[in-house]
């Protein structure tokens, strides 16, 4: 199961802007983000990736922003696209959070995990401040970290 085009655009169009970001920030300087904001998202994905392996589907897909819940429509095609295409997410060996950076109102927060298979991956999370302040998760990009063996 993929996204929904409008969806995957949008995704590219974040991971795009993330990665420059991540690029970028050690050269002009990063702004600060609130030690609490910094908590909060740590939380929910460390949430978010405790569901996925307690193959809970209804308390993973409850920490997706509303964008990635309506394209899903359900927790359990949700749980299911992640197991076939986000094995690294799905079941990481390890998991290590790196310091988020700021695109917009919103963050991104990198994290380096490695598969079971000792590969390391870089995923991307971009995440979304909902209305009532707290974040959900906006989606989420991966890529394979050459030579960076566990």
């Known amino acids: 199961m993929r996204f929904p085009a409008n969806v995957y655009t949008r995704r590219m169009r974040q991971l795009l802007c993330a990665l420059f970001v991540l690029a970028a920030s050690p050269l002009c300087g990063a702004q600060p983000i609130p030690a ?3 908590q ?8 978010q990736l405790d569901a996925f392996r307690k193959d809970d589907a209804a308390l993973a897909f ?3 922003a509303p964008g990635i819940r309506e394209a899903f429509g359900s927790p359990e095609r949700f749980l299911a696209m992640v197991r076939s295409q986000y094995a690294v997410v799905y079941r990481p060996h390890a998991v290590t959070f ?9 963050l991104v927060q990198p994290v380096r995990m490695t598969d079971q298979e000792g590969h390391s991956w870089l995923v991307v999370y971009p995440m979304e401040r909902q209305p009532d302040g707290s974040w959900r998760i906006g989606g989420c ?3 394979r970290l050459p030579g960076d063996e566990a």
């Open 36 to 38: 609490g904001d910094v």
């Open 40 to 47: 909060a998202v740590r939380k929910v994905i460390e949430a």
């Open 62 to 64: 409850s920490y997706a």
């Open 98 to 106: 790196r310091a988020p950076r700021r695109v917009g109102d919103d």
């Open 141 to 143: 990009q991966i890529g």
